[in-house]
């Protein structure tokens, strides 16, 4: 234990840059991306049209995931 007045650095060892690519490609590596921002962003491109952005005005803002917008018509 350290006591009053002492302070210990802490002192860690380097890290490369393909340690680092490594660790990343083995993260999520066979698991599917549970993600609906994901799903949204392929369905769009599957459909060949661009995502829907935040700054855009077609959303109102008070969408949550129990509250879903009215369609348009």
């Not at 350290?2 to 066979?30: M, N, T, W, Y």
């Not at 921002?37 to 829907?52: I, L, N, R, S």
């Amino acid at each position: 234990m350290s006591q009053q007045g002492e302070e210990e650095e802490v002192k860690r060892p380097e890290v490369k840059a393909e340690d680092l690519i490594g660790a990343r490609d083995k993260l999520a590596f066979g698991t599917e991306v549970k993600s609906k921002t994901f799903e949204v962003m392929q369905e769009c491109e599957q459909a060949g049209k661009v995502a829907p952005s935040v700054f855009s005005k077609v959303r109102s803002g008070s969408e949550t995931a129990f509250n879903k917008p009215s369609k348009r018509k």
